[in-house]
């Protein structure tokens, strides 16, 4: 049916390329589009083209940044440049940010390693990071807790070994607001491990 | 932090409006976006812009058609236009052509009766399915067997009540492949009640 219908099966295909779209969920967003007026298409690859001419990433730090403007956090004189957070990807980052408690600045990977997706450190931002560690005293890994995140950080952590710089991970433990009942066992256990005084 | 990059916040709230792309992957779709390539941004706005100016409604049966082309099954000689199968949406009617084994033509009513999202029978295309009743034999209603798929079978036979074109609906049962075990206790109970010999 659809191969007679040329621009609509080249439309699924363009959108198959879009991730977290479920390809049950294809049809209905290329319907979607096509219920558009003309207006709201132009709108729609407008903003996609704008963002696309105008937003950067940092050379530094290789967060997203506006074209015209200075990076967000390597050129903000409020954060303190000794303290770098790593994290995985530019979601990560704003999962932090939105906590308001941290003050320091980030330094995105743009991924894990992940040999069996073929994701070596030298696709990630790793060198980047360890040619920024001799001006820093705190590097915080702030990797997802998954073993691809774990593995990533032991890479790292082994990069820097032979600088001064301090290597910290997040805290483990059981979330604000749980009920141990319906924590992982695991969770629970390094919770355990990892108590403090009270 | 993102109202500081007035162009990603632009993104996002374009993107916002696309269905079926859950709030929590927002951001990835539009990293993802940023880090095509100028020539796939091109390409994939292209290809909106193409499907969305080449493909129509067909003014019958509102299934989408080439607006150069005439509908692929309105004017379908190999189709049986005595029978029309009433289907929700696009997608429903696609379902329905990958079975193989129907010959009938389509009517798509673009929606169900909801009265709680502000959808009545003046929103859906049941007037010009009316219209086609005159010259048929067959009206097989297929609507998704939820409660306003339901309701809105009701009311198109109601509507259909004077004429003298026969309506069915689609079988309920166990689906091909399952295990009575797994099959929730109403399909079974419809199941047992619709039995029929062997």
New interface residues.
Partial sequence: ??E??P??Q??L??LQK?????SK?L????????D?S?EQ?E???R??????Q??IKCPQCCA???KDQKC?FCFNEKREHAIICVVE???EL?AI??TGGYKGVYHVLEGVISPLEGIGPEHLTIKLLVARAPGVREIILAMNQTPEGEATSAYIAHQLQHTSVKISVLAQGVPVGSSLEFVDRLTVYKALAERRPF
């Fill in positions: 049916m659809i007679k219908l621009s609509f080249h439309l295909k363009i879009v991730p977290y779209l479920a969920n049809y209905r967003v290329a319907t979607h589009f096509l558009m003309p298409v709108q729609f690859c903003a996609l083209q704008l963002a696309h105008r937003l997203w940044q506006a967000l990807t530019w979601q704003l940010e939105k």
